[in-house]
């Protein structure tokens, strides 16, 4: 598959998927700010954190400046690590309450701060919102970035606990989410990880979910209508592997299907007027 036509592949879902998913399960505004994605120059060319920063931290007011600067200069000779464990920890919480914009700067310095800590459970939780974030990302930039920090908290995870499953599979998600900033090989690496779960155990339906958007994502979609109906089937009220159905059908072709599914998706939301159910109604209505 060429990579413009992989790239496309999951790139109108993941609409759906930011409405839901930010919408409902995590903290606001977890995507680049007009003025963050500035910095990132053309749309395929990865950013770093010093540019995502620079960026974030030009926004905030002086005295918001000031705090940051404080909490990044506070480590001083004596217990370097203790130091620097509160300062992470307090730079999460300003980025998460404070800012509108800084899911990702919360993400980042909650990741920092578990690293020093080398918990199993708080290494996990970081890896979780940056593999979160990269699977409501549309824009390219940002996705190399974000699925290197998640590949290594997640791989510190599983230096602790080897035998932990949904952490083998979200690191091979994270092949899968962030390809779109390298080589669309790295889907495939990550489907293989993921596969590696599935085949030990049919029932992990997490690694059947990334299976499906691993099928999706290089447009094997016959494979990821398969893995998507089981979890759909096992958990039915998976609205993310409904939303992933339908997106699977449309790019088929199969427009009775993408419909069926896309219907399902606004039943389990109650019809309610939201942002989310309109963007389905637009999709039904191209559709039909």
């Not at 890896?127 to 824009?139: H, M, P, V």
């Not at 998600?173 to 030990?200: C, D, H, K, T, W």
């Not at 609205?239 to 199969?254: D, P, R």
Request: charged share 20%; net charge positive.
């Amino acid at each position: 598959m060429k990579r413009q036509q992989f790239l496309l592949a999951g790139a109108g879902v993941l609409v759906l998927l930011a409405l839901y998913i930010f919408g409902q399960t995590a903290p606001p505004h977890p995507k680049p700010s007009a003025a963050m994605a500035g910095v990132a120059g053309a749309p395929a060319k990865s950013i770093g954190l010093q540019e995502i920063l620079q960026a974030s931290q030009a926004r905030l007011t002086p005295a918001q400046q000031s705090y940051v600067n404080r909490l990044q200069h506070s480590v001083v000779r004596g217990d370097v690590a203790t130091q620097e464990l509160k300062a992470y920890r307090q730079l999460a919480d300003f980025w998460k309450d404070s800012v509108q914009d800084g899911f990702i700067l919360y993400a980042y310095y909650t990741g920092e701060a578990a690293k020093l800590e080398k918990s199993e459970k708080r290494l996990t939780f970081a890896a979780q919102l940056f593999l979160q974030s990269l699977r409501g990302q549309d824009n390219p930039a940002y996705n190399g970035w974000m699925a290197t920090d998640a590949k290594e908290l997640f791989e510190k995870a599983l230096e602790l606990n080897p035998n932990n499953d949904s952490s083998k599979v979200g690191l091979g998600a994270s092949y899968i989410f962030g390809s779109q900033a390298g080589n669309p090989m790295e889907v495939m690496q990550g489907i293989q990880r993921v596969l590696e779960v599935a085949r030990r155990d049919s029932t992990n339906m997490y690694a059947q979910l990334m299976l499906g958007w691993g099928g999706l994502e290089s447009g094997q979609f016959d494979k990821a209508i398969e893995r998507l109906t089981t979890v759909v089937r096992h958990q039915p009220a998976n609205i993310e592997a409904i939303l992933l159905l339908a997106e699977v059908h449309q790019q088929k072709g199969e427009k009775a299907d993408a419909i069926k599914w896309y219907e399902t998706a606004k039943k389990m939301l109650g019809n309610q007027e939201t942002d989310m159910v309109r963007e389905i109604d637009a999709r039904i209505k191209q559709l039909k």
